[in-house]
């Protein structure tokens, strides 16, 4: 029976560090065999990795009855806080729905006429969103309805379609493309597959924002000026020219577009001003603020009526205004759906999908950030899946999450998503109560109050340019995003924002380079100590320990340091980019091309006859020698070393090319055999994979228990690998205490000159060299050659090494 080390056999065992120990003198264990074959029974105690296998794959997958209970539960957020609903979230909840109700009336059909549609569908949308949301909710924040943006590309889609089929009614075509989008995006989030946002970067999502919002406010020009005969639907840059030369045959209509939109933002910048010099007062200001789009459209409305009171027809007004609005459900029912529509409408499905999903997941995680709280992006396609599933049978088009009335929602004190149904409350009422009123708002008013709104969406220069700082290639795809959304559709816009962010994202991917490093000896200091500069003396405190930078110094360390190679012929890469099939054959051939020019063969002239040399290693002219004589310094392949840290899985692409690449290099070593190391492997799978490419393990010639280095009796007697071993749970109690007051007493405040304590700010207590106590290894003594990271594989390599030497 094998017995775990005593503390006096421990003692006796430390060799260079206290952490690792070799195989034999642990465990009595002289031969590593296939882990295939390997029985935890022979080894007696010692832990023994088994790898997963495909039934615990499926076992991991597979629903389970307590799985299948939190998968319903968690289709129903509200469940977990509905309970513990009070009278502070009431009030909240009651003031911030308030607020928003009054921006989304006017916002509503403002945005419906964008859409093509006739104002109350704006209204229906919003109160289908509103009311259904709350539900299905993991965002407090966020609010569903009409959107300027998804507004305009209805519209587009809507003309598109008439223009081949004039038969069909706008509102068909809108309800039709809700209630497919809707069903798509509620199938996502059932499966939970919300992580495909994620493929959305930030970059394409501000370069569609700014173009639509340029794309949307200069359609609202000619409507702001009373100017006809301009096409707002055709591209942004033609509808600016257009404009431009209507503007002689502007109408009364602009005194109420440009008063309304300056008064908008008068009223903004002024509330703000007072809020920042009355900081008391901040609260009311917000308010007031808020309702400025309420407060203008009431006051338009009033000036209209006194202009307009006795027009009982819309088009015999002064100037446009937006005349009957029907109030109630007049349009509800089941919406039109025949394969004539589908089929007109199958290619704007995509966009719109993309659109409702970069709106809403956009938005709810940005104030889910904000304000300290987590969504669940596939929970949150399920709410508006089942929002434009439902709303389309009360009327109701596409809706997604709006930043504006997000934003003032926030701002107002929301609690919870009950405050949806006070807003919706809110549009019930102005559909049932005030739809007279609606008769006599002013176009252009509503041009400005639609300007005013997508003005927020333009991405701000500031943050441009913190694009351009973190990555610039990035800065390239914004704008060309926003310029193919000027010339051409905002839809292309997105497609080429996305299609180049993931170009840009497979191209780094694929042509990610890993790093050779050497190691360093450091030691710890307080940071003050380096005030005077570098030719200031440093003492380090504590034990020195290894670290692995860069050779080459391009991971940032300071070239002026002392970095070594570990060993000659012991090479150690770091993988930064994770190791896949896309960039398995970059990684290799950089490898593979620096390994040669850093050694050389062990046999340097292998071939008898110039014909046997292959034709890519030609070898010298006639009369030269066979090899240089810096050739012939140059070290023997010994090993190599791989950190694995950033390595999370490893394919059957990348796991051939290791495989292709230990033969390649068996043929340069022959017939010796370098090692093969692995470092810093978190996921069980890799090591599978890597196992059952004949890795890991002493297969029969690799590493050092290779026949060759046996002595007479068959048995080898070089050291084993060294494995890292730690503290049983609970046994290290007592040192991690120890380590607690250490690193306590090592900070302690020092005065400074001025008598005010201070910290340093990095100080690491010696390390103990010993433990006393029951050890066992972290990983499987049957995987010698996976390390649990660089530093114990290196001394284990050159341990093994120097023994030869």
């Given at each position: 029976?094998?017995?775990?080390?005593?503390?006096?056999s421990?003692?006796?065992?430390?060799?260079?560090?206290?952490?690792?120990?070799?195989?034999?003198?642990?465990?009595?264990?002289?031969?590593?065999?296939?882990?295939?074959?390997?029985?935890?029974?022979?080894y007696?105690?010692?832990?023994?990795?088994?790898?997963?296998?495909?039934a615990d794959?499926?076992?991991?997958?597979?629903?389970?009855?307590?799985?299948?209970?939190?998968?319903?539960?968690?289709?129903?957020?509200?469940l977990?806080?509905?309970?513990?609903?009070?009278?502070t979230?009431?009030?909240?909840?009651?003031?911030?729905?308030?607020t928003?109700?009054?921006?989304?009336?006017p916002?509503?059909?403002a945005?419906?006429l964008?859409?093509?549609?006739?104002?109350?569908?704006?209204?229906?949308?919003?109160?289908?969103?509103?009311?259904?949301?709350?539900?299905?909710?993991?965002?407090?924040?966020?609010?569903?309805?009409?959107?300027?943006?998804?507004?305009?590309?209805?519209?587009?889609?809507?003309?598109?379609?008439?223009?081949?089929?004039?038969?069909?009614?706008?509102?068909?075509?809108?309800?039709?493309?809700?209630?497919?989008?809707g069903?798509?995006?509620?199938?996502?989030?059932?499966?939970?597959?919300?992580?495909i946002?994620e493929?959305?970067?930030?970059?394409a999502?501000?370069?569609f924002?700014?173009?639509?919002?340029?794309?949307?406010?200069?359609?609202q020009v000619?409507?702001?000026?009373?100017?006809?005969?301009?096409?707002?639907?055709?591209?942004?840059y033609?509808?600016?020219?257009?404009?431009?030369?209507?503007?002689p045959r502007?109408?009364?209509?602009?005194?109420?577009?440009?008063?309304?939109?300056?008064?908008?933002y008068?009223?903004?910048?002024?509330?703000?001003?007072?809020?920042?010099?009355?900081p008391?007062?901040?609260?009311?200001?917000?308010?007031i603020?808020t309702?400025?789009?309420?407060?203008?459209?009431?006051i338009y409305?009033?000036?209209?009526?006194?202009?307009?009171?006795h027009?009982?027809?819309?088009?015999?007004?002064?100037?446009k205004?937006?005349?009957?609005?029907?109030?109630?459900?007049?349009?509800?029912?089941?919406?039109?759906?025949?394969?004539?529509?589908?089929?007109?409408?199958?290619?704007?499905?995509?966009?719109?999908?993309?659109?409702?999903?970069?709106?809403?997941?956009?938005i709810?995680?940005?104030?889910?950030?904000?304000?300290?709280?987590?969504?669940?992006?596939?929970?949150?396609l399920?709410?508006?899946?089942?929002?434009?599933?439902?709303?389309?049978f009360?009327?109701?088009?596409?809706?997604t999450?709006?930043?504006?009335?997000?934003?003032?929602?926030?701002?107002?004190?929301?609690?919870t998503p009950?405050?949806?149904?006070?807003?919706?409350?809110?549009?019930l009422l102005?559909?049932?109560?005030?739809?007279?009123?609606?008769?006599?708002i002013?176009?252009?008013?509503?041009?400005?109050?639609?300007?005013?709104?997508?003005?927020d969406?333009?991405?701000p220069p500031?943050?441009?340019?913190?694009?351009?700082?973190?990555?610039?290639?990035?800065?390239?795809?914004?704008?060309?995003?926003?310029?193919?959304?000027v010339?051409?559709?905002?839809?292309?816009?997105?497609?080429?924002t996305?299609?180049?962010?993931?170009?840009?994202?497979?191209?780094?991917?694929?042509?990610?380079?890993?790093?050779?490093?050497g190691?360093?000896k450091?030691?710890?200091?307080?940071?003050?100590?380096?005030?005077?500069?570098?030719?200031?003396?440093?003492?380090?405190?504590g034990?020195?320990?290894?670290?692995?930078?860069?050779?080459?110094?391009?991971?940032?360390?300071?070239?002026?340091?002392?970095?070594?190679?570990?060993?000659?012929?012991?090479?150690?890469?770091?993988?930064?980019?994770?190791?896949?099939?896309?960039?398995?054959a970059?990684?290799?051939?950089?490898?593979?091309?620096?390994?040669?020019?850093?050694?050389?063969?062990?046999?340097?002239?292998?071939?008898?006859?110039?014909?046997?040399?292959?034709?890519?290693?030609?070898?010298?002219?006639?009369?030269?020698?066979?090899?240089?004589?810096?050739?012939?310094?140059?070290?023997?392949?010994r090993?190599?070393i791989?950190?694995?840290?950033?390595?999370?899985?490893?394919?059957?692409?990348?796991?051939?090319?290791?495989?292709?690449?230990?033969?390649?290099?068996?043929?340069?070593?022959?017939?010796?055999r370098?090692?093969?190391?692995?470092?810093?492997?978190?996921?069980?799978?890799?090591r599978?994979?890597?196992?059952?490419?004949?890795?890991?393990?002493?297969s029969?010639?690799?590493?050092?228990?290779?026949?060759?280095g046996?002595?007479?009796?068959?048995?080898?007697?070089?050291?084993?690998?060294l494995?890292?071993?730690?503290?049983?749970?609970?046994?290290?109690?007592?040192?991690?205490?120890?380590?607690?007051?250490?690193?306590?007493?090592a900070?302690?405040?020092a005065?400074?000159?001025s008598?005010?304590?201070?910290?340093?700010?990095?100080?690491?207590?010696?390390?103990?060299?010993?433990?006393?106590?029951?050890?066992?290894?972290?990983?499987?003594?049957?995987?010698?050659?996976?390390?649990?990271?660089?530093?114990?594989?290196?001394?284990?390599v050159?341990?093994?090494?120097?023994?030869a030497?």
């Amino acid at each position: 029976m094998f017995l775990y080390p005593t503390p006096g056999s421990i003692a006796a065992t430390i060799e260079s560090m206290s952490s690792t120990r070799p195989l034999d003198r642990l465990f009595g264990i002289k031969d590593i065999e296939n882990p295939r074959v390997v029985t935890s029974d022979k080894y007696d105690g010692a832990y023994v990795e088994v790898e997963p296998t495909t039934a615990d794959y499926f076992r991991e997958h597979a629903p389970t009855a307590d799985g299948v209970r939190r998968y319903i539960r968690s289709l129903f957020p509200f469940l977990g806080w509905i309970a513990h609903y009070n009278l502070t979230w009431l009030l909240g909840d009651f003031i911030a729905g308030v607020t928003v109700g009054f921006v989304v009336v006017p916002q509503g059909m403002a945005y419906a006429l964008l859409a093509n549609l006739p104002p109350e569908f704006g209204l229906y949308t919003s109160f289908v969103g509103f009311f259904l949301y709350w539900a299905f909710a993991t965002s407090k924040d966020i609010t569903i309805g009409t959107v300027a943006v998804m507004s305009t590309i209805v519209g587009k889609i809507i003309l598109r379609v008439q223009a081949e089929h004039p038969e069909m009614e706008a509102d068909t075509i809108a309800r039709g493309l809700a209630l497919i989008s809707g069903a798509i995006l509620l199938f996502i989030g059932l499966i939970r597959f919300g992580f495909i946002v994620e493929f959305i970067p930030l970059v394409a999502i501000a370069s569609f924002m700014t173009g639509a919002a340029l794309n949307i406010g200069s359609g609202q020009v000619a409507g702001l000026m009373g100017i006809k005969g301009v096409n707002t639907r055709e591209a942004t840059y033609k509808v600016i020219i257009n404009t431009l030369k209507g503007l002689p045959r502007t109408k009364l209509d602009a005194a109420m577009g440009l008063s309304a939109l300056f008064a908008l933002y008068f009223i903004r910048f002024f509330c703000n001003f007072m809020g920042r010099r009355n900081p008391k007062n901040q609260k009311l200001w917000f308010f007031i603020s808020t309702l400025r789009m309420a407060f203008i459209m009431i006051i338009y409305i009033i000036i209209s009526w006194a202009v307009n009171r006795h027009v009982h027809k819309a088009a015999d007004a002064k100037f446009k205004i937006l005349g009957t609005v029907p109030s109630g459900f007049r349009h509800a029912g089941a919406p039109k759906i025949d394969t004539e529509l589908l089929g007109a409408i199958a290619g704007d499905i995509p966009t719109t999908v993309i659109v409702l999903i970069i709106e809403h997941i956009a938005i709810s995680k940005s104030f889910g950030r904000v304000n300290n709280y987590i969504i669940n992006p596939s929970q949150e396609l399920v709410a508006i899946g089942f929002t434009n599933l439902l709303g389309p049978f009360l009327g109701a088009y596409p809706a997604t999450g709006s930043f504006s009335r997000t934003a003032i929602k926030s701002k107002a004190g929301v609690r919870t998503p009950l405050a949806g149904v006070f807003t919706a409350v809110l549009v019930l009422l102005a559909l049932y109560a005030l739809t007279s009123v609606f008769f006599y708002i002013p176009s252009a008013s509503l041009s400005a109050l639609i300007i005013h709104a997508v003005g927020d969406l333009i991405t701000p220069p500031k943050q441009v340019y913190q694009f351009w700082r973190v990555s610039p290639v990035e800065v390239i795809i914004y704008f060309g995003g926003v310029l193919l959304s000027v010339f051409t559709t905002i839809e292309n816009g997105i497609y080429l924002t996305v299609a180049a962010a993931g170009a840009v994202l497979l191209f780094r991917l694929a042509k990610s380079r890993g790093r050779f490093v050497g190691e360093v000896k450091v030691f710890t200091t307080p940071r003050d100590s380096l005030t005077h500069g570098s030719t200031s003396t440093v003492t380090g405190e504590g034990n020195p320990r290894e670290i692995f930078v860069a050779l080459d110094g391009t991971d940032g360390s300071n070239k002026d340091i002392d970095v070594q190679q570990p060993y000659p012929g012991v090479f150690v890469y770091r993988f930064t980019d994770g190791f896949n099939y896309a960039n398995s054959a970059y990684h290799l051939d950089y490898l593979t091309e620096y390994i040669y020019s850093k050694t050389r063969r062990t046999e340097l002239d292998k071939f008898a006859k110039l014909g046997d040399r292959p034709w890519n290693d030609p070898g010298p002219r006639r009369g030269q020698a066979a090899y240089s004589d810096e050739i012939a310094a140059r070290p023997l392949l010994r090993a190599i070393i791989f950190d694995f840290s950033a390595v999370n899985h490893v394919d059957t692409t990348a796991a051939q090319a290791l495989v292709d690449l230990r033969n390649q290099f068996d043929r340069y070593t022959a017939p010796n055999r370098a090692e093969w190391h692995f470092a810093g492997i978190g996921n069980r799978w890799t090591r599978r994979a890597l196992v059952a490419s004949g890795f890991g393990y002493n297969s029969g010639g690799d590493g050092g228990d290779s026949e060759a280095g046996s002595d007479g009796d068959g048995k080898d007697p070089r050291p084993e690998p060294l494995v890292a071993v730690a503290p049983v749970a609970g046994a290290s109690a007592g040192s991690a205490a120890h380590s607690v007051e250490a690193k306590a007493a090592a900070a302690v405040p020092a005065a400074d000159e001025s008598g005010k304590e201070e910290i340093s700010p990095v100080v690491t207590p010696a390390r103990a060299r010993t433990h006393e106590g029951r050890l066992v290894p972290v990983y499987g003594v049957n995987r010698p050659y996976f390390h649990v990271d660089v530093a114990t594989a290196v001394e284990g390599v050159v341990r093994g090494l120097s023994w030869a030497s």
